[in-house]
């Protein structure tokens, strides 16, 4: 049996079958060469298109932008009362519980108020000590550099002898302000003894000085103690402005070794004067009290 070859194209030779392929291969090489051109033609149109709204957009916000500052500047000088374009955003108002309101205050303002608190309560407690505290009769100042007389348990009971209930509180109290200033002055600033002295310096509250040298430059006798010469001339203790305490009884009387009172340790009184805290006559008026006290030590220190 014969097969139909009639729809079987003939070739001439292998030559005419191999241009035949050829031109198969090269059309479809061009069909896909035309299709990356219409793509990629394409994709030039679309990223004309979006730069061309992209730009549409800048332009409009330029334009929005533009005729904002115009109106705005409109409504600075002006000329309209109200803008159509510019316009007040409010945010939306969120309610709150009642509780939720507090709760928010307080996470909002925590460490407001942990300062509130603690500076209320450090207040409260200085005044009661301040009210509850019992008030001296009287308050002497060591201000010499000198441990054994400031850290002295006995000295204030001894001064505490000499004197009578001035304030009527039914006790008699006197208190020894400690101020032990060095010849540092970083030191005395940094412990707070250059504002303790300027302070006390300036107050009318004590008026007898327990000092040494290395204080008269600060607060320069001559001119702020009485010269108790004058009064006790015939006192081999007293020079000038102060009752020297070395070779008395003064160690014994307070509890503190010999040696720990130097040559230049004195006991004095302030004179009275006009102050930065208080006036003279108020002085003059502690002065008065204070000063028979201190007859009284340098009676009994000059047996």
């Avoid at 000038?240 to 040559?263: M, P, W």
Wanted: net charge negative; aromatic share 10%.
């Amino acid at each position: 049996m014969k097969k139909d070859n009639k729809n079987v194209p003939e070739y001439d030779s292998d030559d005419e079958k191999l241009d035949i392929n050829k031109s198969v291969f090269q059309s479809a090489r061009e069909l896909r060469e035309q299709r990356n051109a219409e793509l990629e033609q394409q994709q030039i149109e679309m990223q004309k298109q979006i730069e061309m709204r992209k730009r549409q957009k800048q332009e409009e916000y330029d334009r929005k932008i533009r005729e904002e500052r115009i109106e705005l500047m409109r409504l600075k000088q002006g000329v309209i009362e109200e803008s159509e374009t510019i316009h007040e955003e409010h945010p939306e108002e969120i309610k709150l519980s009642f509780w939720k309101k507090i709760t928010n205050f307080f996470y909002h303002n925590k460490w407001w108020l942990f300062l509130v608190i603690f500076f209320v309560a450090l207040a409260s407690y200085l005044m009661y000590t301040l009210i509850m505290r019992p008030r001296p009769d009287m308050i002497v100042l060591v201000l010499c550099d000198n441990e054994a007389i400031g850290n002295s348990v006995q000295f204030e009971d001894y001064i505490e002898t000499f004197i009578e209930d001035y304030n009527g509180n039914g006790e008699i109290k006197v208190s020894a302000y400690y101020i032990p200033y060095s010849d540092n002055a970083y030191t005395n600033y940094q412990t707070g003894n250059e504002t303790k002295l300027t302070t006390e310096m300036q107050s009318a509250e004590a008026m007898i000085v327990v000092g040494g040298s290395n204080i008269n430059p600060v607060i320069d006798p001559e001119n702020t103690l009485v010269d108790l010469s004058e009064i006790y001339p015939d006192n081999v203790q007293v020079r000038s402005y102060g009752f020297f305490l070395k070779n008395t009884d003064f160690a014994e009387r307070i509890g503190i070794a010999e040696e720990d009172v130097t040559g230049d340790l004195y006991i004095g009184i302030r004179k009275p004067r006009n102050l930065l805290y208080s006036d003279e006559e108020e002085m003059q008026a502690t002065y008065d009290r204070d000063f028979p006290v201190l007859d009284k030590i340098i009676e009994d220190l000059s047996k």
